[in-house]
């Protein structure tokens, strides 16, 4: 429970309950292509709650969970990197898994890395000032691996959703 004893409930979008969390603690929504999204979710009233800016009610997320196939589950405990980067966003590809952390107090507080799978330490970091330029370097990278079209993070480049030709 969290010091004032606020708890976030999560349930199906029939109110069967799953599990909780402390106000302030976080869960991991996993996409099934793998990729998973960290949200850190602040308590709101006893049926709504935010999470990483978003406000919602718990049978609207449930039902949003459900409708896109995601797996929700409470976060077992931080991923750090570097001692102070907190892990927000995974995408596995192959062997190889791409990573994104968040230091609210570092210089450029977004950061991207590889890593494989098996073996431990991330390594290529780049660093960014905002979050979306470290989204779009992280789906750079994954998409680099998917397909072998090399990528260079020091050229500006758009990712390819957000481009005009691209649709």
Known sequence: MSMDGKMI????SDYKDLFQIPDGGSIVVTHPSGEQNVGVC???????????????????????QERNGTKVEPEK??????????????IPVGDKIYIMGHSPKSPQPYATWQAYRDVPGKDWGHY?????????????RADAERTGVPYDHTKPREHPKNRDDAR
């Not at 960014?128 to 750079?140: G, K, P, V």
Request: hydrophobic share 30%; aromatic share 12%; charged share 20%.
């Open 128 to 140: 960014y000032s905002n979050r979306s330029d470290a989204l779009t370097d992280l789906q750079c």
């Open 42 to 64: 602040n308590y709101l009233d006893e049926t709504h709650f935010n999470m990483n800016g978003n406000c919602y009610h718990i049978c609207q997320f449930a039902e949003i």
């Open 77 to 90: 405990g931080p991923e750090v990197v570097g001692g102070r980067y907190r892990v927000i966003h995974r």
């Open 9 to 12: 409930r999560f349930i199906t």
